[in-house]
């Protein structure tokens, strides 16, 4: 069982749409959890049909950085819709015996899809207001050892650079970090490219897997707010630059 946090929390900071309920002073999880008959056959379908069938050639380097247990963010460049299919299609069970917990927008846990998302391991936070204690959830899936995505630029961006950062995803890591000694969150840079703004039926995609970033080194030994904040914005800069470093190789190589 997961230690309790020790973030302070209220019912009024709870995010709308996270499904999580107060009682007696105890936060209950937002409802996301893997289907044990819809997450094998999703991942089975976007394995052996969807993806084959749709694109061309696919690159996959630095699989070997995925740990196959222990507490997990996956840093992607964010660049079509695709790519939430294709990041379990190279880190997911077929290669490393792990389903992926994807962050999502609350608009995108609505209705139908919204049933899915849930079932299939997503769970939403409310972006108007992201605080800590609006990432809580995925606070307690780090501390339960879970691979996590988390797209660190945000929205979709077209364009083949790094964009601005958002700070969740490296104040969620610190945070998991701070609440149990010697959990071990690690954060990889992930590069995705289509070769297209918008990619059509047998583009071509490359998936690129950096080195992981150890959450532990930006504690530093203290775990004051303060302290805290700082390991979060050092941690958001040191990826922003590993992602630009992902970028900035692929596209040297492409010009040789």
């Given at each position: 069982?997961?230690?309790?946090?020790?973030l302070?929390?209220?019912?009024s900071?709870?995010?709308?749409?996270?499904?999580?309920?107060?009682?007696?002073?105890?936060?209950v999880?937002?409802?996301s959890?893997?289907?044990?008959v819809?997450?094998?056959?999703?991942?089975f379908?976007?394995r052996?049909l969807?993806v084959?069938a749709?694109?061309?050639?696919i690159?996959?380097t630095?699989?070997?950085?995925?740990?196959?247990a222990?507490?997990?963010i996956l840093?992607p460049?964010?660049?079509?819709?695709?790519d939430?299919i294709?990041?379990?299609?190279?880190?997911g069970?077929?290669?490393?015996?792990?389903?992926?917990?994807?962050?999502?927008?609350?608009?995108?846990?609505?209705?139908?899809q919204?049933?899915f998302?849930?079932?299939?391991g997503g769970?939403?936070?409310?972006?108007?207001?992201?605080t800590?204690?609006?990432?809580?959830?995925?606070?307690?899936?780090?501390?339960?050892?879970?691979m996590?995505?988390?797209?660190p630029?945000g929205g979709?961006?077209?364009?083949?650079?790094?964009?601005?950062l958002k700070?969740?995803?490296?104040?969620?890591?610190v945070?998991?970090e701070?609440a149990?000694?010697?959990?071990?969150?690690q954060?990889?840079?992930?590069?995705?490219?289509y070769?297209?703004?918008?990619?059509?039926?047998?583009?071509?995609?490359?998936?690129?897997i950096?080195?992981?970033?150890?959450?532990?080194?930006?504690l530093?030994?203290?775990?004051?707010p303060?302290?805290?904040?700082?390991?979060?914005?050092e941690?958001t800069?040191?990826?922003?630059a590993?992602?630009?470093?992902?970028?900035?190789?692929r596209?040297?190589?492409a010009?040789?």
């Open positions: 069982m997961a230690p309790a946090l020790r302070p929390m209220k019912s900071e709870l995010p709308e749409s996270s499904a999580a309920l107060v009682k007696g002073g105890a936060v999880p937002s409802q959890r893997c289907s044990p819809l997450t094998p056959l999703a991942y379908l976007g052996h969807v084959p749709y694109f061309g050639p690159t996959i630095g699989q070997h950085h995925v740990p196959t222990g507490p997990v840093a460049t964010h660049r079509a819709r695709w939430s294709l990041l379990p299609y190279a880190t069970r077929a290669i490393t015996g792990r389903d992926l917990r994807f962050m999502v927008t609350a608009d995108e846990v609505k209705g139908i919204g049933w998302i849930r079932r299939l769970f939403a936070v409310n972006v108007r207001r992201p800590v204690a609006s990432l809580r959830h995925g606070i307690e899936l780090l501390l339960e050892g879970e996590l995505v988390i797209y630029e979709i961006r077209r364009e083949d650079r790094i964009h601005g700070p969740g995803l490296a104040r969620l890591a945070q998991a701070a149990k000694a010697g959990l071990g969150v954060v990889l840079p992930v590069d995705i490219y070769g297209a703004p918008y990619p059509g039926w047998r583009s071509p995609a490359k998936i690129h950096g080195a992981p970033l150890p959450v532990k080194a930006y530093n030994g203290d775990e004051s303060e302290a805290l904040k700082a390991g979060a914005a941690l800069k040191d990826l922003k590993r992602l630009e470093s992902l970028v900035s190789s596209q040297e190589q010009a040789l």
